[in-house]
């Protein structure tokens, strides 16, 4: 999309998880701006991958850089400082359970960036606002369905304002009719400028919002590029099979 | 004997206090400690558990206390031995609330920025506490009874004043009886408070049982 400098670069990432190896010396990066999808089999290493980004699994090396700066991710106030510049959506939600919609949003701003309560609170409306669920600010998470839990989880990110976001299979543990409030929210994103890296099954969403797609598979970048070669043109035998499978399960129109 | 109810509301109060206050920190360094923190918890925790109560307010009382040099009130010394006692039973009852919750309430309070510390007090306690009522209720009759121990340091309470009156009367049975209800009814009115506790502080949208 632009030819400035990557916002989020990662380099020679590898993770063993006793003698299995997970990534294998993963390196990618990211312009301001763009959106990047992860696909590939369960196992491949998205999640992990995801989650090394922002040091929630310590990748055993690597490096990786946020606006050029590399991050010491031994430095305690460094690393705080940097995961609160990386927004993080999990595939199973993670809202505080014993929190409001609107206290799950406004906590990090009241606890991290020690932001008074009124104007916590109020930010963390508007945000709740831009994903369509002011109505919900006062429920707790055990009253909201799927797809709300995972809105809050998307305006709890947001207010943190985030350089970039990691959003780690954000659509796979909602029911099918759920799925398509969560997409919307996330191609509002998309369309707004934020940058992305997403891993999902979602093929027919990712051809249409990435900028590129990265496929996966035994903890290696298998094959990389715009969507219309990686779904339809694969150069990649597994590429190709993972593809069509996907298809097969999802029905997707991609032939 | 309504005295004696007093003091051992107060030796039990002290202790449960003395626990939760102890057991909170050991329950957290227990789980999220060092492998060395954790082997010296361990240890603290076999050993409170594991020496009977009588034995341990005899050692205190008469061992360690004054080899210190300190001389407390029997009382005193009965609040701080339940307790101590009770630091190591609560902190299993919160060690297990804390890892019954999901791992990724941590990982959700770490990614937002949240230094670790500042996780376990916003994110994790709060739920924690919640879910160890009914182990708490549990704990609390427990140290209720126990306190009826505290009597062979010479402590006024229930069981001190019932002997103390029956030797003099005779009315073992009456006397007895009589004590054995009040045990019961303040197991009723602690384990009613904190149900009606658990009630109040529930998250909405749980079931309760």
């Known amino acids: 999309m632009t030819n400035r400098d990557p916002i989020l670069k990662i380099e020679n990432i590898s993770k063993k998880y006793g003698s299995k190896e997970i990534l294998r010396s993963i390196s990618l990066e990211i312009k301001k701006g763009e959106t990047k999808v992860l696909i590939g089999p369960s196992g491949a290493g998205k999640s992990t991958l995801l989650q090394c980004i922002n040091f929630l699994v310590m990748p055993d090396t690597g490096k990786v850089y946020l606006d050029g700066r590399c991050i010491n991710s031994r430095k305690k106030k460094e690393l705080y400082t940097y995961r609160q510049q990386v927004g993080m959506i999990f595939q199973d939600f993670n809202l505080f359970d014993h929190l409001t919609a609107l206290e799950n949003v406004s906590i990090g701003l009241i606890r991290v960036k020690k932001i008074k309560r009124s104007e916590a609170n109020e930010r963390a409306m508007q945000e709740l606002k831009r994903v369509g669920l002011e109505e919900h600010a006062n429920k707790y998470p055990a009253q909201l369905s799927g797809g709300q839990k995972q809105r809050v989880s998307i305006a709890r990110a947001l207010a943190m304002d985030p350089k970039v976001m990691l959003l780690d299979e954000p659509t796979s543990a909602l029911d099918p009719e759920l799925v398509g409030e969560v997409l919307n929210v996330i191609r509002n994103l998309v369309e707004s400028g934020m940058t992305m890296l997403m891993a999902t099954h979602q093929i027919n969403f990712a051809a249409a919002v990435a900028d590129e797609i990265i496929f996966m598979e035994n903890g290696t970048i298998i094959e990389h590029g715009p969507p219309q070669e990686i779904l339809f043109k694969p150069k990649n035998s597994r590429t190709k099979s993972f593809c069509s499978k996907i298809n097969e399960i999802y029905g997707d129109m991609l032939t | ?209």
Request: with cysteine.
């Open chain 2, 1 to 209: 004997m309504v005295e004696g109810s007093i003091v051992t509301i107060g030796v039990v109060f002290g202790a449960m206090f003395l626990g939760l206050i102890l057991g909170v920190p050991i329950a957290i360094g227990q789980v999220y400690g060092k492998p060395f923190l954790r082997k010296i918890i361990a240890v603290y925790v076999w050993f409170f558990r594991g020496i009977p109560l009588l034995v341990l307010l005899f050692l205190f009382y008469f061992g360690f206390l004054p080899l210190l040099g300190l001389n407390l009130p029997a009382f005193t010394v009965a609040s701080i031995v339940l307790g101590l006692i009770s630091s190591a039973y609560q902190s299993q009852i919160f060690r297990g609330a804390i890892l019954s919750l999901p791992e990724g309430q941590l990982k959700a309070a770490r990614a937002l920025g949240m230094s670790d510390f500042s996780a376990i007090c916003n994110i994790i306690l709060p739920q924690a506490l919640r879910l160890s009522i009914p182990g708490w209720s549990n704990e609390y009759s427990i140290i209720l009874k126990d306190s009826a121990v505290t009597y062979a340091l010479g402590v006024p309470e229930i069981m001190a004043r019932t002997h103390f009156v029956a030797t003099r009367t005779y009315e073992h049975l009456i006397l007895y009886a009589t004590a054995g209800l009040l045990y019961l009814i303040l197991t009723f009115a602690g384990t009613k408070a904190l149900r009606i506790l658990e009630e109040k502080v529930r998250i909405p949208g749980y079931a309760t049982r």
